[in-house]
Every structure is written in C-alpha cells, then in structure tokens.
C-alpha cells in the first residue's frame, strides 16, 4: 500500500497526493524537518535553473525572489535542527519529492523561452500548493515541537504567498 | 493667538509605526492624519514590501525599516508584491 501510494505519488507529479498520507504514516519531528529542508532546496534549484534559463525580466526577478525566501528559511530550518539537536532523517516523502522534481527539472531543461517560462511559472504554482497542502493537512499537525511547529507555520504563510505571488506572474505571462 | 498656536500644535504629524513579523503587518489596519508618517518596520528574515497598486512602493529589506508620508485623505489598502497574503490598510483622515 505504501509502496503504491508512493508510485502514485511519483507519477502524478505529487498532485495533492501528500495530503493522502494517513494518520498512521505520520511522520516523526525528525522525518518533517527533512521534508521541509528538501521542499525548499528544491524550489531553490528550480529559482537557479529559472535564473539562468529565462530572459523574461518579471520571470527572473520572480525566480530570485523565491530563492531569497528559500535561503532564508532553509537558514532558520538549519539553526533550529542545531538547536533542537535534531537530526533530518531522510524517508519516503523527501524521496518522492526529490524525484518529482529531478524529472520537473529536465523536463524544463528542453524548453525555452515563452515555453519555459510559462512551465516554469505553473509548476510553481503547482508545486506551492501541494506543499501547503502538506504543510496544512500532515506536516504541522504531525509536528511534535512547538518551535518547530512555529516555523512550520510561518513557512505556510510565505509558502502560500509565494503561491499567489506565482499566480500573479502567471496572468501576467498571458 | 494663543488658539491657532495650540491648533497649530495638535495638526504636528505623527510618526505611526507598523511592525512586520512572522509574514504580517501588525496592526494590519491604521488610522492616521494627512502628514503623519508611516513606517514599517521588518523583523521578518523575508524582505518585504508596502505596496499600493499604482501607488507607492516602499522596500522593506531585512531587519530595515521604510517609511512613508500619507498626504491625501481615504482608504489605502496596500499589499506585499513579493507575498501578496500580506495586505494592510491605513485610513487616512483629512
Ligand atoms: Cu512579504
């Protein structure tokens, strides 16, 4: 089942499948700081992959906005994990994730111009809300530390803008 | 006419402070006074913005401060371009 869900989970391009994940696949404090490290860094390489590749002035400076606030947060992430003396401990979910946007990125890599822009742009539309949907329905009611929980719930809120912010490029392209 | 010096005294315009943390302004609405100051201050380790559509555009790096001057009267509602779930407003009477 697990297995299944997890093939699903990679074939659908994660498509709201997170939010599937019962309450019995729980993930532990430190199973959620990996999937919140890896949510970012992979939205950080998208940023640079979009950085180099497109030369749509809005698209650029939207890209380098996500990569700033993906830094940040993967900073703060960083010093609480020290902190809290945690240790990210890799499983299925960051794997899924991974892999999703390892073929995202090739995928992109074979467009250019308004083609890569316009992919680039709706995957990151996509791509926030899955995780806030994950963030809303498993990651911070899973969360078992409250100050994790707190920077879990901050990164909701930017994570969400982000989404909106996307969106707005994405009317704009049009 | 130690009346207008008085009135005079009470039109001084004041500096209205806003505080960003945790991805929003606090208070998220504000009354102020034409020629009263409005300054965002971002604890927030995000760069913002105060941003009204067509309007002015005030950056907010981190851990910096910006401000504005409010010179007509009516609702200003205004947003963070960079996270447009940031919305705040400032009504200004005259
Ligand atoms: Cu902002």
Redesign the pocket.
Known sequence: MHVRLLATVAALGLAGSLSLATAADKPSDPQIAHIAYTAGAIDVEAAKQAIAKSKNKEVVAFAESMLRDHEAVKQQALDLVKKLNVTPEDNATSQALSKAATAERDKLSGLEGAAFDKAYVDNEVAYHKQVNSALEGLLIPSAQNAELKGLLETGLKLFQ?HQQHAEHVAAALK | MPTLILSAGMAQAATIEVTIEK?AFSPAEIAAKIGDTIEWVNKDT?V??ASVKGGWDVQLPVKKSGSVVVDKAGTLDYY?R??PN?KGRIIVAP
Do not use: D, E
């Open positions: 803008g | 991805m995000f913002h913005t963070c960079f996270h940031m």
